[in-house]
Each structure stands twice: as C-alpha cells, then as structure tokens.
C-alpha cells in the first residue's frame, strides 16, 4: 500500500516533444504529489506538486494531471529540451510526512 | 541559506570498516530524512528524526545501521562493518514542520563506496 509505480523506466523523446511520465498509487491516505528532478551527481530538486484536492496544475512548460478516481498522476513537459534530460521521480505523502518514491523515469530530450 | 549540507560527497571504505555520513539540515528546519538510492534505483526511504529524537526507522536494516540526530550538530547516518552492497548514494533532506508546507530539501548526497 505504501507503493508509488512509476513508469516508462527510460524514455527519449525529441526536442520540442512532449514528455510523458506516469504514476500510480494505492493508498488513498496520500496527501501530497511532488515531483523531483534529479541531475547525475546531485540531490533530487522539487519540480512541481499537486494536491489531490486538484486536477491539474501547470508551472511554465511543466503540468501535473492527477486523476483521483483512478489513483494515478502524470508529468507532462511540453516542449521538452536537451536540458530537461534527467532522472524524474513522482513521490506521494503521508500525513506524517514521510514521502514514498516512484522508481524513477530517465529522460532523454535528443537535439 | 546554504541549503542541506552533506558530507563527505564521497566516500571509499574497505569491508568491514564503519562509515559515517553527516547532514547539516537547512536553517530552521528540524526533521530530517534519510534516504538510500542504489545504482539506478530510486530513492528507499531509510529514517525520520526530529532533533534527539527518531521518529520512524522502519526503512533501516536492523544490523550495522544506526542514525542520530542530536540536540548540537549534524545528523549522523552510521554504518558499522560495511558490506559491498552497502555501495550506494545516501541522500538527506529536511523539512519545516507544520504540515502544509510544501516538499523536502534534498543535499547533493553521499556517494559510499565499499571495496
């Protein structure tokens, strides 16, 4: 139940593209969807998060959609560059705090 | 604010060694994570504290692994008698309590290496 699936595991997708990751979860105690990027070699940075409260939300070129009913959310990342290339974790929060992640999907934005 | 600090950034130790991991949270924030990320994995969360406290360690293994969080200094993540598959990067993060705010603080990691 503490559970975040994330997928595709890898993903490539051309400059201008449309990036798209997907998760799911099982526990309906979440209360909290972020999501991290992550360079190689540093920490995972907090991109954007939604409430579940909410069905979508958009911060520049990045969105969430959360579907509560189905117990999934997406990052979609519109007009992806090189520089978005990295490694995106969804994660899910417990009242108390404690964030689960999701597997992780590496993306690569080709020139 | 010069955010989460970790160190060392890298680490090489010989099995059997211990290793100590260090975490300087940000100002003002009194929870601190630990979590390990092995080679392209994601992150397993291993640890809560509060200061002097721990408040949830159902992620870390119950031999060789302890973390404290005292009232001065850093939160020490320690590893007694490491073993290869104890190879990993150990991120901390921190976070501001009440509930409502948003997100953790990740360090940049420390990147364990058992020969």
């Known amino acids: 139940q503490q559970q975040v699936k994330q997928s595709p595991q890898s993903l490539i997708v051309q400059k201008g593209g449309i990036s798209i990751i997907n998760c799911a979860y099982e526990?309906?105690?979440?209360?909290?969807f972020p999501w991290y990027q992550q360079f190689p070699g540093k920490g995972p940075a907090l991109l954007i998060a939604?409430?579940?409260?909410?069905s979508e939300k958009k911060e520049g070129r990045f969105t969430i959609s959360f579907n509560k009913s189905a117990k999934q959310f997406s990052l979609h990342i519109m007009d992806s560059q090189p520089g978005d290339s990295a490694t995106y974790f969804c994660?899910?929060?417990?009242?108390?705090?404690?964030?689960?992640f999701g597997g992780g999907t590496r993306l690569m934005v080709k020139p | 604010n010069a955010g989460v600090m970790q160190n060392p950034r890298h680490l090489v130790r010989r099995r059997g060694q211990e290793a100590r991991l260090r975490c300087s949270p940000m100002?003002?924030?009194?929870?601190v994570y630990w979590y390990r990320q092995l080679p392209e994995e994601g992150l397993k969360f291993m640890v809560y504290?509060?200061?002097?406290?721990?408040?949830?360690e159902s992620g870390m293994p119950k031999e060789r692994f302890s973390a404290e969080f005292p009232k001065e200094g850093p939160s020490i993540l320690r590893i007694q008698q490491v073993v290869r598959g104890d190879s990993a990067a150990y991120f901390c993060?921190?976070?501001?309590?009440?509930?409502?705010?948003?997100?953790?603080?990740f360090g940049s990691g420390t990147r364990l290496t058992v020969v």
């Open positions: 504290l509060q200061k002097e406290n721990i408040i949830d």
């Open positions: 100002k003002g924030h009194s929870h």
């Open positions: 994660a899910a929060r417990l009242k108390n705090n404690m964030l689960t």
């Open positions: 939604i409430r579940p409260d909410v």
């Open positions: 993060a921190s976070s501001h309590i009440p509930q409502g705010k948003d997100g953790y603080t």
């Open positions: 526990n309906t105690a979440f209360d909290y």
